[in-house]
């Protein structure tokens, strides 16, 4: 994800609630600028950042650039892994930079379920879609119990925004 306005990620930021003690998880293969903006943003917020990053040379980066950082958690994290719920973790927020063309929206949407707490967020900045994209990524979400599906097409110039919610109740 390459933005070079800070107001468009201003703009993104604004979905999440600025409180304490927070959980926000970021999947990401790449480096790009959400990291350390959200590590700020968790820092101002006293919460906690955990950054799942999919690719081994992108972890090691990452692992030394935060080393001596607060806030931010760098977890070495393969998405093939049967579950994704890690020590009994929930999230308020999880954010995910993939490349959605490789991996499998469904597989993905159901690991994530058990890690996002009850009424938590979980947002993807995808490449620009057209109707027929945006209408199989509301599907998707909705199959997989996930509800208040948004599609946001006016922050970025090259990424369309997806925000679903977990409610209670809903799905296994």
């Not at 993939?98 to 009424?119: H, N, V, W």
Request: aromatic share 12%; hydrophobic share 35%.
């Amino acid at each position: 994800m390459k933005t070079s306005d800070p107001k468009q990620v201003t703009e993104l930021l604004e979905i999440i609630q600025s409180k304490p003690g927070q959980r926000i998880v970021h999947f990401s293969h790449t480096e790009n600028e959400l990291t350390p903006i959200l590590r700020q943003v968790s820092q101002e917020n006293d919460s906690s950042y955990y950054l799942y990053c999919t690719e081994k040379t992108f972890y090691d980066r990452a692992k030394e650039v935060y080393k001596d950082a607060s806030h931010i958690r760098v977890v070495n994290f393969n998405t093939a892994r049967p579950r994704y719920l890690i020590q009994g973790i929930e999230y308020d927020y999880l954010i995910a930079t993939l490349d959605f063309r490789e991996e499998d929206k469904a597989t993905f949407l159901e690991k994530c379920y058990p890690i996002i707490r009850t009424g938590g967020n979980i947002i993807f900045l995808v490449s620009n879609t057209n109707t027929q994209m945006r209408d199989e990524w509301q599907r998707v979400l909705e199959e997989q119990y996930y509800v208040s599906v948004n599609i946001i097409d006016n922050i970025f110039d090259d990424f369309d925004v997806i925000v679903a919610r977990r409610m209670h109740g809903w799905g296994d």
